[in-house]
C-alpha cells in the first residue's frame, strides 16, 4: 500500500465480465483510498461486444488492451500471462481482481499468484462438475490461488467446502452475493429497446457455449427446436460472432419467426429481457437475469452453476434434446413467486470493497 492507496488491478476480457466488474468499478470510485487500473485482455474485441458496454454503462475506459484473441486456448492464456505479469510488475498493485471463469480469469490468477500478489475471486465456489467445459478448469485454478473467493451463494460456499477450502487453505470466503444483480438493479431504469425491432410477445434466447456450437448434433437439435416452437410465438436471438459463424459455415437454416439480431449492449439486453415472456439460453449470466426480471428459463444446457434457480423451479435444465426442449416448452408450469433472495439483493459489490480495505486489518 503506498501513500494508505490500496491499488487494484482488475483483469477482464469478455463481455460478461464487462458487466460484472461494472458494478464494482462503480462502488471502487466511492472510495478516495482505493485506486483502481484495468488491464482489458482483449478476448473480446468486436464494438458491440466490448467497446458498447465501457460506453454505455459508463465503466472507466481500460488503461491496457492487450489485444489478444482469435487463438487456442493455450495460446490465448500463455500470451496473456506473459503480458499481465509485465503489468504487475509495473503497476505494483496490492490486489489483482478477477471475475467468474474465462481464459483471462486464469491468466490474470496465475500472473498475481507467481508475484505473490493477493488476488481476490468474484464469482468463486461455482462448478458445473462438467471437467470438459473450459470455464470449469479456470474457475476451479483460479480459486485454488486467490486470498478471497468471492461467493454469490451459498452453493458456491458448498462447493469450496467439499473441497477442503475451510481447513486446509489459506484463504477468505466470504459469501457477498452476485454482482450481476447489483447491475441489473442499476441499470434497469436505463434499458433501452433495440433499433429496428418491431415484435411485441417474443421469447429471448442466446446461443453460444462451446459445447453446443461446436457439437454439431446437439446445435442442430437446438434449432430444430427453435425453428418448431416459433411457429407459436417470434423468438428474438442476438447471435454471438461465433454462433453465427458456425451456423452459416454448417448451413443451419433459421426459420423466418427467428429475428436475428447482432449482439446488444447491455442495456439494450436488459430491455430484451423484461419484454420477453420466457428466456432460452445456454448462458450463465442470462440465467440469472431471467431471475432477477422475473421471467422463466429453459437452459440449454445438461448442468448449471445455478443450482438454486433449479431447486426453486424458475429454471428447467434441458441439455440440447430437441423434444426435451419442446416438452418442457409446451407442459412445464414454473414457479411464478420470485419473493426469494437468491443473491444478495443488489449488495454485492459493497460487501466486496468492503472486504478488501479491511482484509489486512483481519490478519494483524
Ligand atoms: N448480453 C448482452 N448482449 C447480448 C447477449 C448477452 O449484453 O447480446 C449479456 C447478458 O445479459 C449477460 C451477459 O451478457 O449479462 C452474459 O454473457 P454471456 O452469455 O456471453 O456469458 P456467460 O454468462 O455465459 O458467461
Not at 329 to 343: A, G
Not at 348 to 357: Q, R
Request: glycine share 6%; hydrophobic share 40%.
Amino acid at each position: 500500500m503506498k501513500n494508505n492507496i490500496l491499488k487494484v488491478v482488475t483483469i477482464l476480457g469478455a463481455r460478461p465480465q464487462f458487466i460484472k466488474a461494472g458494478s464494482v468499478s462503480r462502488e471502487i470510485s466511492k472510495y478516495d483510498e482505493l485506486e483502481e487500473v484495468i488491464v482489458h485482455t482483449g478476448q473480446h474485441f468486436d464494438e458491440n461486444m466490448s467497446d458498447i458496454f465501457f460506453d454505455e454503462m459508463k465503466i472507466q475506459k481500460p488503461q491496457y488492451n492487450l489485444g489478444i484473441n482469435g487463438k487456442s486456448h493455450g495460446a490465448m492464456t500463455g500470451q496473456m500471462l506473459e503480458k499481465i505479469e509485465e503489468i504487475l510488475v509495473k503497476e505494483k498493485p496490492d490486489w489483482v481482481m478477477v471475475y467468474g471463469d474465462t481464459n483471462s480469469t486464469l491468466a490474470g490468477a496465475l500472473a498475481a499468484s507467481k508475484l505473490h500478489i493477493k488476488i481476490a475471486h468474484v464469482e468463486a465456489g461455482l462448478r458445473s462438475f462438467n471437467m470438459k467445459m473450459p470455464e470449469e478448469v479456470n474457475r476451479i485454478l483460479t480459486d485454488r490461488v486467490s486470498s478471497i473467493l468471492f461467493c454469490p451463494t451459498d452453493s458456491a460456499i458448498k462447493n469450496l467446502n467439499n473441497e477442503g477450502f475451510q481447513n486446509i487453505f489459506t484463504c477468505k470466503i466470504v459469501k457477498n452475493g452476485d454482482v450481476m444483480q447489483d447491475g441489473a438493479i442499476f441499470y434497469s431504469e436505463f434499458a433501452k429497446k433495440p433499433d429496428n425491432l418491431h415484435v411485441e410477445k417474443y421469447i429471448l434466447s442466446t446461443i453460444h457455449r462451446v459445447e453446443n456450437t461446436d457439437d454439431d448434433k446437439r446445435l442442430t437439435s437446438i434449432v430444430d427446436a427453435l425453428n418448431e416452437i416459433s411457429k407459436n410465438i417470434p423468438i428474438v436471438l442476438p447471435l454471438h460472432p461465433r454462433t453465427k459463424n458456425i451456423l452459416k459455415e454448417r448451413k443451419n437454416v433459421l426459420s423466418e419467426n427467428i429475428h436475428v439480431i447482432d449482439p446488444v449492449g447491455y442495456l439494450e439486453m436488459v430491455w430484451l429481457i423484461q419484454h420477453s415472456s420466457l428466456i432460452m439460453t445456454d448462458s450463465g449470466g442470462l440465467q440469472k437475469e431471467a431471475f432477477f426480471f422475473h421471467k422463466p428459463c429453459i437452459t440449454l444446457r445438461d448442468e448449471t452453476e445455478w443450482v438454486e434457480l433449479v431447486e426453486h423451479n424458475y429454471n428447467v435444465l434441458v441439455g440440447a434434446d430437441t423434444s426435451k426442449i419442446l416438452d418442457t416448452y409446451h407442459k412445464h408450469v414454473f414457479n411464478t413467486q420470485y419473493d426469494i433472495d437468491l443473491y444478495g439483493q443488489g449488495k454485492a459489490s459493497e460487501e466486496i470493497v468492503k472486504s478488501l480495505l479491511t482484509f489486512d486489518e483481519h490478519r494483524k
